[in-house]
């Protein structure tokens, strides 16, 4: 399991404040890198979206999380809104959303009703944050896991949805000295397939731009983290040890076409200014 995976991390981070939820307003979130706006991953507001999805969406540009597959982690209070209500919800705080997690156990017990949901909302991209196999795979547990998952993605891409990986728990595991997310690039299908690179996997030695250079055009969207390697803590983006002119030159190579911060607000905060500067 990644030292800082998306649960892990939440649990060693404090709640935003209150006075840290004006992210957005008054700023200019058009920012250089790939020329599209800063978006947000909602996992690490999920507390503020269980009490007020409306007010908290208007200060972010979001990809969302599926109050099915995360019910037990704060989105089980968007269950509430229908998939046309959210998709109002978001036209009237002018936010686009085209892009959610979903878990893979929710899409193995009724995908089709998944869909359904994404394209009430709009969306064009589901992600999961792992295919969930065994802490130490087979070779033939990749395969498997590989193997359905391919199978949901063409249902997916019948749908007109593209659906992708993230990079978490067993995509981060080994199969004899082998790392398993590289074995799934060869195993899973280009045409159906897409990833999403969580860039603070740095602290488990996954380097996201030698990701994106090694595998061109297989990724379309990548979660963004600063890394400070010296004190090995979660930092904004434009402090700590990350190079973020490589990584987003790199992006483009590796097909990347949009990125969602995911820390706390307060680090998205100082995230921005270094964002809407940055030339690549």
């Not at 597959?69 to 809104?81: C, E, P, Q």
Request: net charge neutral; charged share 25%.
């Amino acid at each position: 399991m990644s030292e800082i995976s998306r649960r892990d991390f939440v649990k060693t981070t404090a709640t935003a404040a209150a006075t840290g939820l004006m992210l957005a307003t008054g700023l200019d979130l058009q920012a250089n890198p790939l020329g599209l706006p800063i978006g947000c991953q909602t996992w690490p507001v999920r507390d503020m979206i269980g009490k007020d999805f409306p007010g908290t969406i208007k200060t972010l540009t979001v990809e969302l999380c599926s109050p099915v597959g995360y019910d037990d982690s704060g989105f089980a209070a968007l269950a509430k809104y229908k998939g046309s209500e959210l998709k109002e919800i978001l036209n009237d705080a002018a936010i686009t959303c085209f892009s959610s997690h979903f878990t893979i156990e929710e899409l193995r017990k009724d995908q089709e009703d998944r869909i359904a949901w994404a394209k009430d909302i709009g969306l064009t991209q589901m992600l999961v944050p792992t295919l969930n196999g065994p802490k130490n795979p087979t070779l033939d547990d990749v395969k498997r896991s590989a193997d359905e998952y391919n199978k949901i993605c063409e249902k997916a891409a019948q749908a007109g949805i593209q659906q992708g990986l993230h990079n978490e728990d067993f995509e981060l595991s080994k199969v004899d000295g082998q790392r398993t997310y590289d074995l799934l690039f060869g195993l899973l299908d280009p045409k159906l397939v897409k990833f999403q690179f969580q860039v603070s996997t740095i602290s488990e030695g996954y380097d996201a731009a030698q990701y994106f250079m090694k595998y061109p055009g297989r990724f379309i969207s990548m979660h963004v983290q600063g890394w400070d390697s010296n004190t090995r803590e979660i930092v904004a983006v434009g402090q700590g040890t990350l190079d973020w002119k490589k990584i987003f030159t790199a992006a483009k190579t590796g097909g990347v076409k949009n990125y969602f911060v995911e820390m706390n607000l307060e680090k998205m905060r100082a995230s921005v200014p270094y964002l809407r500067k940055l030339q690549v």
